[in-house]
């Protein structure tokens, strides 16, 4: 806790004041003594002259007088007049030996300490000597009062700076820990903890908000991740088995024909488990996102086009049909390399699961959304599996047999998500209909990333 | 041909060298990265193939000091990073092309053979010319004795770049990235239906076959000597 910045800049900020103070009280203090200098001044001056008058008017009788009289009073200043021989004539100063001018006098008054006096000496008519004075004591008295008063802010200063400082970290302080705590909680392994937040939405809330984002983002790759390494180590195993029984044989055969024929088989193997690892490289790069980088205006419905020139042939061949249903041009925003494996994944996976049957692209605009979509006439599948058709390695029960790896629809689901699409499966009645819409499109400039639960998994029609 | 092979893999690049010392190469292995720009830089090569993984050094950057120094060479790649970036990545480096591991020997030599300049390449011909096969690059129009045979756009393709690699083996992945840019292996015989749709059209009715089939490698466009 006292190493928080918090706690810190409350003492710096604490500091400053406590100086501000003690400025402030100097230049006041300064201000005061001149003030009250000057003030002190012009008295006496005032009362020599009056003085002066008075020995004019009146003579030396008036002045001894005017003297006598006055330091009769309590609080008057004190008085000195001399003869000109240097005789002392009246006042309680008259004995000093205070030169012409302002200047200052120490004397000891009987039965009191010593005293310091500030005295102005001026001379009479006929050679007399005026001496007026008066001790600091006021001066003093209002100086100390000023130096107590700022003293007392100052402590004042010191005391709330430090409690509203150690306060002020304090919150501060709680609120940072728990960030850290979080995030240690994080390092020890548990992935689901997130950093509380308060709902004030100052800076420290922000950061926090962010940072739950951004932690969901890495629990989401890291679920990728480890729902990848599961599906390799599960679906893998099967042909690595194959792989491995088909090898232990070939060792017991004695034709070179024979082992040759093995040989290729295994190779087939090898390559088939490879093109798996492929395919599950590209998803897990696809869903990393670092394509939208690439992203530029596509024409999905010329990309359909091509697809469905390059396969036409060899679905005739097969015996099926493959045909164009073109809704114009459609530009999207998204990667075309893309967005052409995507078709063809759709249009192969029709075509391999609707033998004999005729399949149809279609592009079309509804709105600002542009849709490709493609159908067969074939089984279909059922309405309870569909959700799961696109998940990793999913296989209907009857396919098990055909050839395929399991992960053309699961790619077909990680492009629609890079891309914001959502794709949905619908009946074709009778066969499958897989659509899928690419919202907002060409001027609308963004596309919206939605949760992915929703977005691939939704399914539409019956 | 004489061959530079930068591989770091022991085993892996002492059977590649053997494989493709047995195909009739002269190969110079460079088992790392500064001895290959030292070799590649001063030995008059027909095709490099430079790993893109090697010890200290990215490939990338030995191609892109080979390529700022002058040198010319045809550069393959290999690489065991299959990603689409990776590969821009290459070819935008320099490389010429660009093969993921693990690869087919019969793929590597097919490709080796596709880069070399011998013989020199008729990207810049107008009309390219096998036997009585003529195809007119800039009218688009191909003819066998004479006759005119009508293509479809890919088989056009097809059929040129079968042309432009006369006498030389073209596998299927090559004419998958090169044809049809699908840098991904679709399931569907999509090559095989292209291939024998176009050969029913060039060679069928014609004594003599200009394209052939060769088995666990591809496919190669040549007049019988």
Redesign the interface.
Known sequence: MFRSTSLRLAAVYTAAFALSVVVLGAITLLATRAALSRQFDARIDAEASALAQEFRTEGLTGVVQAVEERERTPGALDYGLQAPNGRPVAGRLAGSQAPLGWSTLRMTPPGGGPESLRVLTTTLPEGYRLVIGDDDEQTEALEGAVLQGFGWALAGVVVLGALGGYGLSYGVHRRLAAMTGAAEAIIDGDLARRIPVRGSDDDLDRLAVTFNRMLDRISALMESLRQVSSDIAHDLRTPLTRLRQRLEASRTLRRPADRAEALGGALEDVDAI??TF?AL??IA?IEGG??RA?FRPVDLTALARGVV???A??AE?AGQALAMEDGGPLVVEGDP??L??ML?NLV?NA??HAPGAQVRVLTASEGADAIVSVADNGPGVPADERRRIFDRFYRLERSRST??SGL?LALVAAVARLHGAAVSLSDAKPGLGVRVVFRGRPSGGTLAFPNEAESSRSTSGV | MKLLLVEDDKEGGAYLKKALAEAGHTVDHAADGRQGLLLAAGEPYEVIILDRMLPGVDGLAILRTIRASGVKTPVLLLTALGGIDDRVEGLEAGGDDYLVKPFAMAELLARVNALARRPPPQDVQTTLEVADLKLDRLRRTVTRGGARIELQPREFQLLEYLMRHRGRVVTRTMLLESVWDFHFDPKTNIVETHMSRLRAKVDRGHGLELIHTVRGAGYCMSEPD
Request: negative net charge; without cysteine; glycine residues 8%.
């Open positions: 490879l093109d492929a490289l590209r790069q670092a394509r690439a020139d390059d396969f042939p060899s061949d390399e893309l052409t494996q063809v192969e075509l391999r050839p395929g053309g």
